[in-house]
């Protein structure tokens, strides 16, 4: 994932210039909220939109849009990596925002039709103070969580197993399978903060900055669930 042609780590480099790169990622992904947050409110606002939203889970269509998800997911962070060309960054990382308001739609529309008004900010300040916690986590401690890459990889495998378990044979997945997607999505929102920390170059920001805002979503999208489930 990590180009070494620049011989210079986030941690290797000059104060100055840690702090810019970080100062930028951080930008970026407030940023990325910012359009992901105009997106869905926009097309929520479209009749059609919602109704194709319901329609997204129904059956075996939400396999094909999971699948679909991925594939957009593997080109974005392949764009957003890029060495060679800062506007292919840019692209990928928008492509991933576009994707995430996507893929969003079917539960932001059951949120905002089913549920209590209240619920849709509620789960966003609390997926915000898990995350300002988790940052202040890996930049206090400065440990390297790295070592959580493998960890995230076999429950992340496990997890899509278990999502298409249950659009295949229609069981509800439940509030203790979204509290384990929580803890997933607090660990990959450290491992990427300590990635970024540790071992991306200075101007990887744009590619820092969607790997947290893939987690931030991830933990936003289970936290919603379960604040939902109490409706």
Do not use: C
């Not at 997204?56 to 957003?80: D, E, R």
């Not at 969580?145 to 278990?162: D, N």
Request: proline fraction near 3%; glycine fraction near 8%.
């Amino acid at each position: 994932m990590f180009d070494q042609a620049n011989p210079y780590s986030v941690s290797a480099a000059p104060v100055d210039q840690r702090a810019e790169f970080i100062r930028k990622t951080y930008f970026h992904v407030a940023g990325a909220i910012g359009m992901f947050a105009l997106l869905l409110s926009g097309l929520l606002q479209i009749p059609a939109v919602v109704n194709l939203a319901f329609k997204m889970t129904g059956g075996m269509n939400w396999l094909i849009v999971l699948g679909a998800f991925m594939g957009v997911s593997w080109l974005a962070n392949k764009w957003a990596h890029s060495s060679t060309s800062l506007s292919t960054q840019y692209l990928g990382l928008g492509l991933y925002v576009i994707a995430e308001a996507i893929i969003f739609l079917p539960i932001m529309a059951m949120a905002t039709l089913y549920s209590s008004p209240a619920v849709i900010p509620q789960a966003a300040l609390a997926t915000l103070a898990l995350f300002l916690a988790l940052t202040f986590v890996a930049f206090t401690t400065k440990k390297d969580f790295s070592f959580l890459g493998g960890i995230l990889k076999v429950g992340f495998l496990i997890a899509l197993a278990v999502i298409v378990a249950g659009v295949i044979f229609g069981f509800n997945l439940g509030l203790v399978f979204s509290a384990v997607m929580v803890a997933l999505a607090a660990g990959s929102i450290l491992y990427n903060t300590s990635n970024m920390i540790h071992h991306y170059r200075t101007d990887q920001y744009v590619a820092a900055s969607l790997g947290l805002f893939a987690s931030i979503a991830l933990l936003f999208w289970y936290i919603l669930r379960i604040f939902m489930s109490r409706d």
